[in-house]
């Protein structure tokens, strides 16, 4: 059984079901996400939230005859991670069936992320693991989703993601990164920008978990990405649930703040900050985007 301490409502398992795919098709609606014909890329890591997302959108494909769900997976080359997580997209996807892409950054950018993270040591580059991991990640995500045709790239952040997100923005002074935590990005920025949505934007992390284990979408043994532990993320996550934990509704009311924000900050203002990457062609916020700045960094793209 789950409790909602916000609405003071408990949950079985069918009700819970129900309570979390209402919800979230309310937001779809709210948000206006998707419309009548659709080809939907979900970007997928094979842990929980993505299996989630996934799972919910191809059970809503089947009753909306004009979506398509594809499945695109980031293999970013973390040794003793993502190999697992893959694996268990793999296993959940024999009965989902969903078409899919493994995009590596091997691949694309000639280096797994452990040589990036051991070339950038080694270079004496001052980035932490995880700003290449992001940086790339994204950058891949909008290339293949495009090539895959897809009309919209749905990603499964929560609402804590976006609230930590938030916060950490706040606590670096980068507000001007807040506009990319939206419900909905990309509506005609650049042409070659695919929109993105946040189906989860408005669920907790503990619902999508609850929602992934009652679907059978969690892969059996945890495994946690071995660069996790220089991730501020993680601090500012134990932080904001002991702050829900002392005050139920905290996480809604900083979301409820961040969206107002994103409101005054404007959809206009992000549109004329997109350009085009003078390397690679691709939507950027500065000159040279800042997957190409890092391949100039560490090497492997000439200057
Ligand atoms: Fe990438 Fe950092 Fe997440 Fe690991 S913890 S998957 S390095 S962003
Ligand atoms: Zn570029």
């Given amino acids: ?11 079985c398992r069918q009700h819970f079901i129900e309570y979390f795919e ?3 098709k309310k937001t779809i609606r709210k948000y206006r996400m998707l419309g009548k014909t659709e080809h939907i890329v979900v970007a997928v890591s094979g842990g929980k939230d993505s299996m989630a997302l ?13 979506w398509r769900v594809s499945a695109l997976i980031v293999d970013e080359g973390i040794r003793g991670y993502r190999e697992y997580t893959i694996a268990n997209f793999l296993r959940v996807n024999e009965r989902l069936g969903v078409p899919y892409k493994i995009a590596s950054f091997k691949e694309y950018f000639g280096m797994t992320l452990d040589e990036i993270v051991e070339e950038g040591r080694r270079r004496g580059l001052p980035y932490l693991p995880c ?14 989703a495009r090539e895959m045709g897809g009309t919209v790239l ?8 976006v609230v930590q ?14 506009a990319r935590l939206a419900p909905v990005t990309g509506i005609a920025s650049h042409e070659k920008f695919v929109r993105r949505i946040k189906p989860f934007i ?5 619902e999508t978990s609850i929602y992934a284990l009652l679907n059978g979408l969690i892969e059996p043994e945890y495994h946690k990405c ?11 996550r134990k932080m904001i649930n002991e702050l829900e934990e002392a005050q139920p509704g905290t996480k809604n009311s900083l979301l409820n703040s961040y969206l107002s924000i994103v409101r005054l900050l404007g959809e206009k203002r992000q549109v004329g900050e997109v350009k085009t990457c003078k390397i690679c062609g691709e939507p950027s916020s500065h000159d040279v985007c800042r997957a190409c700045q890092f391949r100039i960094g560490l090497g492997i793209l000439e200057k």
């Fill in 226 to 236: 071995p660069y996790a532990e220089f991730n501020v993320r993680f601090k500012i």
């Fill in 202 to 206: 408005e669920v907790t992390e503990k």
């Fill in 131 to 144: 700003a290449y991991c992001g940086v790339f990640r994204r950058y891949l995500l909008n290339k293949v």
């Fill in 22 to 24: 209402r919800k979230v």
């Fill in 165 to 178: 997100t938030f916060i950490m923005n706040l606590a670096k002074d980068t507000l001007d990164k807040l």
């Fill in 154 to 161: 749905a990603t499964a952040h929560n609402m804590d993601d």
């Fill in 1 to 11: 059984m789950y409790v909602n301490r916000v609405n003071k409502t408990a949950y």
């Fill in 54 to 66: 996934l799972y919910f959108l191809w059970k809503m494909s089947k009753k909306n005859p004009g």
